[in-house]
């Protein structure tokens, strides 16, 4: 295989390169945060009038509470806080197809670009 | 072989990275990017599945790790190259796997970072209220953290990780001090285990709560295997390597124990599972004023050696895109008088600034988990690959892992449970951080890889693989 020889990058075009890049880490990131898709949902099961009792902390748990300065309405909050965890069977296949897809596209174009490598390297067998 | 380009691409001095590290540096890198893991982020597990499921998933995530350690030491010892993972991926797979693997290593490293800032300064910003300070804002502790680090690196690798192994073996000894200050062998004396975990709260959500703590379950090594990062700065890289890597991952298992053992006996379930400072909170409940002082600094420390780890790791892995022209070669510069991959450090500072400032503590955790699970999925396929182009005996090889190919097997699944851990809580993250891979994947490979050299892209003086 003749040996390629790839252009030279202007300035210009390097920095239109690092914008893209920085844009697209940020958008990747902060979009998540911003639209408040990031973190699972938690609920407060809430009591009124909570106690230590109706909180059903043990009395060795209750001491460790008041150690860290809590009362029973400050650890309400913290204590009937739950996940309720349901699977979304079609949210999951859209995730594995999409990492599925992913990974196989990935594969794909990397052995295609690597088999270049390997021909001007070593020669092609063709 | 490193080479500083001027922005044109053209070369104008030939400067090389400074081969001075031996195998305490490389156990600094990797412990001291990790064991932060351990003073804030595993508990998080607790809050998902209970103290139970914190404990099943810091075998399993031991498990996960012990196999990436073994694996990367093999194909590491083998291919010495800066960039770690990259270099391995760019040798065995090809150059758009390893702009990926890059950028994985990238996010995982700086967003870790970000988490390892976040928490130094929380903690600086709780302790001072505390102690009667008004008004104390985190956000110059936070800044503060970076540039200090950031300065750090750019002077140089050696200075670097030599600090990183004093202040990470202070971190690990405030473990240490405190798991035998609160007397291990004679549980009910400090320790409560029995009263803080019992049969109706240990697994709250059943065993889909433990699946799901597999997602901060990996916190508790995450980071290990950053000590390939520096393969080319080693004095001896066949040796040193796997040597730093396996006895870094054993510090690790021993600390990850202790950790939960103590703040499991201490701390209920729900609280362990909120809290941003598991041991320290674990000192304040043993009343004792010294270990209090001693786990805020441990705390402190933990997250500067990890951030410290995380600008060298993350910095290495730009610059070696840079090098191989897969981003504008600009970044592939070398300083002419500290020897380090300068701009590179610099670019990637604003971005690890930006997000202390937009992302809380389990939100920065959590990008940096998405980039590492997506890594090792690769690393599994890729041993696979490795074996299979260049068998047993066809190449020299540094060390070679045991019971092939079960390692590789049993990390895939693990990371496929993984996955679905994260799914339950952060599933539209995931699929947005995938679609952000796939977009820069087409961008790379319709148009950036053009300006790559093909046959540069093989260094290492291997034969031919085989199959093609």
């Known amino acids: ?126 | 072989m490193a080479m500083s380009e001027a922005a044109s691409g053209t070369p104008v001095e030939r400067v090389s990275l400074r081969r001075v590290l031996g195998p305490v540096q490389i156990w600094a890198l990797g412990v001291g990017i990790v064991l932060v893991g351990e003073f804030t982020g595993w508990n998080f597990s607790a809050d998902k599945g209970g103290s139970l499921a914190a404990l099943i998933v810091c075998w399993f995530c031991g498990l996960l790790y012990t196999c990436v350690a073994m694996i990367d030491s093999e194909v590491t010892s083998t291919v010495a190259a800066a960039g770690g993972q990259y270099a391995q991926a760019k040798h065995i797979v090809g150059p758009l796997m390893a702009f990926n693997v890059a950028l994985y290593l990238v996010f995982a490293y700086t967003m870790l970072e970000v988490s390892d800032a976040i928490l130094a300064g929380d903690l600086i910003t709780q302790v001072g209220t505390e102690n009667g300070a008004v008004g104390l804002n985190h956000n110059p502790f936070l800044v503060l953290c970076i540039m200090v680090l950031v300065w750090l690196n750019y002077r140089g690798v050696l200075m670097t990780l030599n600090v990183n192994f004093v202040i990470t073996a202070l971190a690990y000894a405030s473990i240490l001090v405190l798991f035998f200050s609160v007397q291990p062998w004679s549980q009910g004396v400090v320790l409560k285990l029995g009263d803080m975990i019992t049969p109706s709260n240990a697994l709250p959500y059943g065993w889909i709560g433990v699946v799901a703590a597999f997602q901060f379950g990996i916190w508790y090594f995450l980071g290990i295997e950053g000590t390939t990062q520096a393969a080319e700065e080693v004095r001896s890289p066949a040796r040193s390597l796997p040597f730093g890597t396996m006895a870094g991952m054993i510090t690790l298992l021993i600390a990850a124990a202790l950790t939960w053992y103590v703040c499991a006996s201490l701390l209920p379930w729900q609280q362990l599972g909120v809290t941003f400072f598991p041991l320290y909170d674990a000192a304040t409940l043993t009343g004792s004023p010294v270990l209090k002082l001693l786990l805020f600094w441990g705390t402190v420390l933990s997250a500067v050696a990890s951030a410290n780890g995380c600008i060298n790791d993350a910095a290495r892995a730009w610059f070696s895109l840079g090098r191989d022209r897969y981003l504008p070669t600009w970044f592939s510069a070398v300083h002419p008088k500290y020897r380090t991959p300068y701009r590179s450090i610099l670019f990637l500072m604003p971005i690890a600034i930006a997000f202390v400032f937009i992302a809380d503590l389990n939100q920065a955790i959590t990008f940096s988990i998405l980039s590492g699970v997506l890594h090792y999925t690769f690393m599994s396929i890729n041993i696979l690959m490795f074996r299979n182009k260049w068998p047993l005996g066809s190449i020299r090889r540094g060390y070679t892992h045991p019971f092939h190919p079960l390692p590789a097997i049993l990390l895939f699944l693990l990371c496929a449970v993984t996955f679905v851990g994260i799914f339950l809580g952060y599933g539209s993250q995931l699929i947005a951080m995938v679609i952000f891979y796939v977009i820069v994947s087409l961008w790379f490979h319709f148009y950036r890889y053009k300006y790559v050299r093909r046959g540069d892209q093989f260094t290492m003086p291997w034969p031919k693989p085989r199959g093609y």
């Open chain 1, 1 to 126: 295989m003749a040996k390629y020889t790839p252009p030279e990058q202007s300035r210009a075009l390097q920095i239109v390169d690092i914008i893209f890049l920085l844009v697209a880490i940020f958008v990747a990131l902060w979009l998540p945060l911003k639209m408040k898709l990031a973190g699972a949902a938690k609920e407060i099961d809430k009591i009124d009038n909570p106690t230590w009792e109706n909180l059903k902390q043990s009395p060795a748990q209750v001491v460790q509470w008041e150690k860290l300065g809590f009362d029973p309405a400050k650890a309400h909050d913290v204590i009937q806080s739950h996940f309720h965890y349901n699977i979304d069977w079609t949210a999951l296949i859209v995730m594995t197809v999409v990492l599925v897809g992913y990974f196989v596209f990935l594969f794909k174009a990397s052995d295609r670009e690597y088999r270049e490598v390997i021909d001007e390297k070593f020669g092609s067998n063709k």
